[in-house]
């Protein structure tokens, strides 16, 4: 007959490997947690490098427009002070 410290110890080493396996489970949808993270960040600073170009080329037409508009409006300047004087 089996003694019945030999099954509870047996449980107890059971138990210990279950144990260690939720453990293992646990960090690993840790790592894959953190590496999911990792990655998306990585993609985001992509896409955000993508839209600061874009960004900067915006300024640089908006800066040309700016210029023209400002030439525009000396050259109507110069025309009606022309006229008036």
């Known amino acids: 007959m089996p003694d019945s410290n030999d099954?509870?110890?047996?449980?107890?080493?059971?138990?210990?490997?279950?144990?260690?396996?939720?453990?293992e489970i646990m960090n690993d949808v840790w790592f894959m947690h953190n590496l999911h993270t990792t990655i998306r960040a990585f993609a985001n600073r992509g896409d955000m490098k993508a839209d600061l170009e874009?960004?900067?080329k915006k300024i640089i037409k908006l800066k040309e427009k700016n210029s023209a508009l400002k030439a525009r409006i000396t050259?109507?300047?110069?025309r009606i002070s022309a006229q008036f004087l």
Not at 75 to 78: K, N, P, R, Y
């Open 7 to 23: 099954s509870i110890a047996h449980k107890s080493v059971a138990d210990n490997t279950i144990f260690k396996k939720i453990v």
């Open 54 to 56: 874009e960004a900067k």
């Open 75 to 78: 050259q109507l300047e110069t």
